[in-house]
């Protein structure tokens, strides 16, 4: 966390709002993720949403929770659970990560219900990858850089360097307002 947290520190001390791109290894995903989180949260006393790819919402939650983290103040939007789950007070089921139009519109709702200053994870953009075209998720990636600048919300999208196409990678980084690099394995 230490690393992270310099290097967030540094990059965002100044910004109100901002777009990074995380790219970490395999081994230090989920670690990563919960201490970003855990920044926002704890230290920034941040609300977000939390756009979980990987993982479904139960234990995305249970993980946050165990991490001493204040789930109360994130919504979640699962796309891996089955849209029929139920519902839930802070998670809006998708269904899967190749409906990236129910993902948008759950995005949109789930940010307009914050209020003050807030973030957005998403959390794995190779599972996006996986699901769609590279061109698909490049639009998407730059439809949703678009709409987290008019949010003006603090945006942070994570992905595996090492398995993310150098293609996809260096268009993203445009995108983005910087990237931090946590090594891959």
Not at 3 to 15: N, Y
Not at 37 to 50: A, D, I, R
Not at 158 to 166: A, K, M, S, V
């Amino acid at each position: 966390m230490l690393e992270l947290k310099e290097s967030f520190k540094k990059e965002v001390k100044t910004l109100k709002d901002y777009i990074i791109l995380v790219t970490v290894g395999a081994k230090n995903y989920q670690k990563t993720a919960v201490d970003i989180v855990k920044f926002l949260v704890n230290e920034q006393n941040t609300p977000g949403v939390y756009v979980t790819l990987n993982k479904p919402y139960e234990i995305m939650q249970r993980t946050l929770a165990s991490n001493s983290i204040d789930t109360r103040l994130i919504i979640f939007i699962d796309a891996t659970s089955r849209a029929d789950v139920g519902k839930v007070e802070n998670c809006l089921y998708i269904g899967s990560p190749e409906k990236l139009s129910d993902m948008s519109v759950a995005m949109d709702q789930a940010i307009k219900s914050l209020q003050g200053d807030k973030f957005l994870i998403l959390d794995s953009l190779n599972t996006l990858s996986i699901f769609n075209k590279p061109a698909t998720v490049a639009r998407f990636i730059h439809f949703l850089a678009g709409k987290m600048r008019e949010w003006k919300i603090k945006g942070i999208i994570i992905t595996l360097g090492r398995e993310t196409e150098q293609a996809l990678m260096d268009e993203l980084t445009q995108f983005s307002d910087f990237r931090i690099d946590l090594g891959g394995e």
